[in-house]
């Protein structure tokens, strides 16, 4: 017999492989905040570095901070009410003596905002174990 070092490979076994593995890191990978963090950051990169209560970018911090604040006695986030979070509330506009966020604009995009507000409806979580592996080194 003769011998073979690379066995063939059955291209119909490795697609489904590879679909099955797509599927279930989409399934399972929860990783929004980063990315609602990126966005923020772009949005204040060109910017003086925020004082924000001593905290800078707060929402680099954790999320129980992010969402907590307090920001100048702001709550910044209401999990699963996006309407009522102080956060899209001044991204969207000045609000309670506050100036729009960043100052002077440019402005988070329409697109960028409705991410935010689905991230806040689904309760604003967290990275999650698996994700955490991709991100913290
Ligand atoms: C709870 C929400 C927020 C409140 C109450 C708030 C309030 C303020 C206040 C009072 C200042 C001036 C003093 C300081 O530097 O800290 C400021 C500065 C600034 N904020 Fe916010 N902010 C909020 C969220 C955000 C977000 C989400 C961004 C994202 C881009 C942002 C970007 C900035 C930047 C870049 C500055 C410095 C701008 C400059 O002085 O040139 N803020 N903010």
């Keep these: 017999m003769r011998y073979q070092a690379i066995p063939?490979?059955?291209s119909l076994e490795v697609l489904l492989f590879s679909v099955t593995t797509i599927v279930f890191w989409s399934v399972t990978m929860e990783v929004r905040i980063m990315q609602v963090r990126a966005i923020l950051n772009r949005l204040a990169d060109g910017h003086r570095d925020p004082r924000h209560s001593g905290k800078g970018r707060f929402w680099n911090l954790s999320r129980?901070?992010?969402v907590n604040g307090p920001i100048y006695g702001k709550k910044p986030i209401e999990p699963r009410d996006p309407a009522n979070s102080f956060l899209i509330q001044i991204?969207?506009?000045p609000v309670d003596g506050f100036t729009r966020m960043p100052p002077g604009g440019p402005y988070i995009?329409?697109?960028d905002?409705?991410?935010i507000?689905?991230?806040i409806?689904?309760?604003a979580p967290d990275i999650d174990g698996i994700g955490a592996r991709e991100y913290t080194t």
Excluded: I, N, Y
Aim: hydrophobic share 30%; charged share 35%.
């Design 8 to 10: 063939p490979t059955d």
């Design 64 to 66: 129980e901070e992010f």
């Design 91 to 93: 991204l969207k506009g």
């Design 109 to 111: 995009t329409p697109e």
């Design 113 to 115: 905002l409705a991410f």
């Design 117 to 119: 507000e689905q991230w």
């Design 121 to 123: 409806s689904d309760g």
